[in-house]
């Protein structure tokens, strides 16, 4: 009701927003908080109100991903499989609703942080800065003069210099840009539970936005992100890949070789997998 009632008062200003994107902006927006059971209830109420099903919606906007994209994301060894072509789709709603917000399109203030946790050779960072410099984002680095602070991004490893981290950080909110933090949770818990509150928080130039991704806390040495941190970003856990789109893949990247070899192999891969994953 909240973004219905939004969309009528003109919080969304200069745009018209179908129910289908109302839906897919709200359902990116809330549902990494929610439990499996609240999420549940969260596409019923979503059905109810806009007729649109959730699953239906994401299945629609995977089909109709062009194929240059998934072209131009093999050539990075990254095959947009049903999951991850979700968390593609989730990054570009938040990065329109930030474009919306920073064009005073928008007076829905959103959540400036997005965090992705899974496992290791998802692709995480790749689809992020993929994703970016598709729309014209230029990295930090190698950004000329002329390029505004809102167009920028900044790629970080947790495994930085922590001064040289936060100086970056506090640079990236003067100027409106974005933040890539990877291996976040490699971070101690007091600079979780502080400095990233602050950051997420505090005043900064309109565009300031931050992603981070993570491994899994069931690897060593990493951290879980409290409730409170949650709460204040869009958090989504992604799934191992199952067995379908690890067959995808592997066809996909080694197309040369015979289907039944391919098979043995992603099945192996499963029962290893499984072996060294906690239940």
């Known amino acids: 009701d909240r973004v219905r009632s939004a969309r009528h008062r003109g919080l969304f200003a200069g745009a018209s927003w179908t129910p289908e994107e109302i839906v897919s902006l709200a359902w990116n927006q809330y549902q990494g908080i929610f439990t499996a059971e609240e999420r549940t209830a969260m596409q019923f109420l979503l059905m109810n109100k806009f007729g649109v099903a959730v699953d239906d919606l994401e299945a629609q906007r995977i089909k109709n991903i062009p194929q240059e994209k998934r072209e131009r994301y093999r050539a990075k060894k990254l095959v947009l499989v049903d ?45 992020l800065i993929e994703q970016l410099e598709e729309q014209g984002f230029v990295d930090a680095k190698e950004a000329s003069a002329n390029v505004p602070g809102s167009r920028k991004y900044y790629h970080l490893n947790a495994s930085l210099h922590f001064d040289e981290m936060i100086r970056n950080l506090k640079k990236a909110q003067k100027e409106g840009a974005i933040v890539i933090l990877s291996e976040m949770n490699l971070l101690p818990t007091a600079f979780l539970e502080g400095k990233l509150n602050d950051i997420l928080t505090g005043r900064a130039t309109e565009g300031f936005a931050f992603f981070a991704t993570m491994n899994s806390t069931d690897f060593g040495g990493r951290e879980r992100l409290s409730t409170a941190l949650q709460n204040r970003v869009i958090y989504q856990r992604l799934p191992h890949y199952n067995e379908a789109e690890l067959l995808e893949i592997v066809q996909t990247l080694f197309p040369k070789i015979e289907s039944d070899r391919l098979q043995e192999v992603v099945k192996t891969h499963i ?5 060294i994953t906690d239940p």
């Open 83 to 127: 999951s991850t072509a979700q968390m593609l789709n989730a990054v570009e709603d938040f990065l329109r609703m930030r474009q919306a917000r920073f064009e005073g399109k928008s007076r829905v203030q959103g959540k400036r942080g997005m965090i992705f946790e899974g496992p290791s050779g998802r692709g995480k960072d790749v689809l």
């Open 271 to 275: 029962w290893i997998r499984d072996q």
